[in-house]
């Protein structure tokens, strides 16, 4: 983490990085774990937007530009847990 804390100049101390890191880790694990596993599912740049899965974040538009986060779904096409943000065009 060190590393990376000074290649990515990134302010904080390498074991809160460590931290932060084994907790995202752990955090994937759980959810891939699961039967059937939680999905993330990412937005596509160029796709249609849809306000079911995800929000806007600061543009709005029927395009995405850009995915900023993941939507959460219970199950591969199953219900949404928690909406992804997305930048549309």
Known sequence: MKEVASNYKIKGK???LDTYALEAAK???VMKVQQP???LLWAE???RFTKETFTSYTKMGDIVDQCIWP???LHKGGPVM???VVQGK
Do not use: D, F, N, T
């Open 82 to 84: 928690a909406l992804g």
């Open 14 to 16: 390498p074991s809160q």
């Open 37 to 39: 596993p939680v999905e």
């Open 27 to 29: 955090l994937v694990w």
């Open 45 to 47: 740049p160029g796709s």
């Open 71 to 73: 939507a959460v779904l």
